[in-house]
């Protein structure tokens, strides 16, 4: 079987889920959607951009005249805190099944310029962004009710995004969701069995055979993992064994900030414009690790499949698909 021309299944290790993938059909002829190449440029200030310094947002609130990182309560929170425990089974039957879930939303705003991305911001800004983080994810992860810290960004109008202002989500939950649940139990059930970290022994696997390797330095190592579903999909895996970001010093917060300064840079380089995201950094359940002994030493970025708009980056594209083998 060869993997960059056979059609053939490939595992999620940290899932436990089957990934279809079929390389030979990056050959075929595209005559879908064109998107044109982005030559307007985002004012560093908009008097009618509700996350910019100073302006009112949506609700009436007012933001502060910041000059770096802004963290605020989302004004349309997906979640509320202290939403009493309930739970709805039409019938007792286990079909219509709900449960109440509490939790908090908060917004970062990675600068006061609105016409930046992680991709252009330079990495002292990048590693205040990084910082910030590292300090929401200890504050919320501390609190009694809170099981999992999700924080995530979803950029640009394709992917749903409602502001173009740099900036970010946090979700925090009383509950676990299903994707960490599955990483969780598959991390368990590989130490059961070869009382080795999943992802260390990934990683090291990943490492000697510098197929997929995108960029590294001594913090972090980022890679296009073997089962990614989305054309540019990129995995951040510390090299030190973690628990949660709690045990992030000064060194990982300035390795990290280098490794996105990177990645995000090389895909805007590559593809010739700023590219729709959906990335997660990153998806640990805080109290799960910290009582299992387990880690997930990992961030997360998922990118969109970009719209080809010529024959050069449609180029691009494939070899990335082949690189991915």
């Known amino acids: 079987m060869k993997l960059t021309e056979d059609p053939h299944r490939r595992l999620n290790a940290l899932t436990n889920e089957w990934v279809l993938v ?23 200030y908009d008097p009618n951009c509700y996350l910019c310094p100073g302006n009112a947002r949506a609700g009436g609130i007012r933001n502060p005249a910041y000059s770096t990182t802004f963290v605020f309560e989302n004004d349309f929170a997906a979640l509320k805190p202290q939403v009493s425990h309930a739970r709805l089974d039409a019938d007792g039957m286990g079909l219509l099944v709900a449960e109440s879930e509490s939790g908090v939303c908060r917004v970062i705003c990675f600068s ?3 016409d930046l991305t992680l991709a252009t911001m330079g990495l002292e800004e990048i590693e205040l962004v990084v910082r910030t983080w590292i300090g929401q994810y200890r504050e919320l992860g501390g ?21 173009p202002h740099p900036h970010c989500q946090i979700w925090a939950t009383a509950s676990i969701p299903e994707a960490p649940s599955k990483e969780l139990a598959s991390q368990r059930a590989y130490l059961r069995s070869h009382t080795r970290c999943l992802l260390c022994d990934y990683i090291a696997l990943e490492a000697g055979q510098r197929v997929r390797v995108v960029c590294e330095n001594d913090g972090f190592i980022a890679l296009v993992p073997f ?5 540019f999909e990129i995995l951040v895996c510390s090299r030190r064994h973690f628990g949660s970001m709690n045990e992030f010093g000064s ?3 300035r390795s990290l900030s280098q490794t996105l300064q990177r990645v995000t840079l090389h895909l805007r380089q590559s593809l010739r414009r700023s590219l729709p995201l959906l990335d997660g950094l990153p998806p640990i359940a805080h109290r799960w690790c910290r009582s ?19 024959t050069q980056v449609h180029g691009r594209i494939r070899n990335a698909g082949n690189a991915a083998a």
């Open 143 to 163: 609190l009694a009710e809170i099981n999992h810290v999700q924080i995530f960004e979803n950029r640009g109008a394709m992917m749903g995004a409602s502001n």
């Open 22 to 44: 079929s390389p030979h059909r990056a050959t075929r002829p595209w005559q879908g959607e064109v998107a044109p190449l982005q030559t307007a440029r985002e004012p560093a």
């Open 292 to 310: 299992s002994g387990m880690a997930l030493p990992r961030a997360l970025l998922s990118a969109a499949p970009a719209l080809r708009d010529d």
């Open 251 to 253: 060194d990982e917060a």
């Open 227 to 231: 089962w990614a579903v989305w054309p």
């Open 112 to 114: 006061p310029r609105h």
